[in-house]
């Protein structure tokens, strides 16, 4: 599982010229699903993102995780993150998981990251999206589960 972490100051998506998902402060991640990805993946993704200190203090310094914060999450499906362009030009996307696969995943990273307290908005999986963000440091981490470390 891959996911691309933002922290912003708002955020929104819109499909067909509808808002769909839209939050104040917190975190945007795209989320893409890989061929072979486990519930383990997806736990370690979420709570790796719940538990990060990227949060600031009254100093400016990031110590405290969404979990200790008022802040939201808006999750967007992003199959391209799996994309392989070792050979040629054109991205392959044989490593993304089939669609209801991913869709799955995708629903239940949602439920997850909801059960632990946190708002979650969300794109719709499968559309043609446009998102509006205005990122916060700006601050971008990129995960990956496969080079997660024991």
């Not at 949060?55 to 808006?74: G, H, V, Y």
């Not at 362009?85 to 995708?106: C, L, Q």
Request: hydrophobic letters at 40%.
């Amino acid at each position: 599982m891959r996911a691309v972490i933002q922290r912003v100051l708002e955020a929104e998506v819109i499909v067909n010229r509808e808002s769909v998902g839209r939050i104040g402060s917190g975190l945007l991640i795209y989320l893409g699903v890989q061929q072979g990805d486990t519930n383990d993946d997806l736990i370690w993704t979420a709570e790796k993102i719940l538990k990060m200190r990227i949060f600031p203090d009254s100093d400016e310094r990031m110590n405290f995780p969404i979990t200790d914060t008022a802040s939201s999450i808006l999750v967007v499906s992003q199959f391209t993150l799996c994309a392989d362009v070792h050979k040629g030009n054109r991205p392959s996307f044989t490593k993304a998981s089939p669609p209801e696969e991913a869709n799955d995943f995708y629903e239940e990273f949602k439920r997850y990251v909801a059960s632990r307290g946190i708002p979650v908005q969300s794109g719709v999986f499968g559309a043609m999206m446009h998102v509006n963000s205005v990122n916060d440091g700006p601050l971008t981490i990129i995960l990956d589960s496969k080079e997660k470390v024991s």
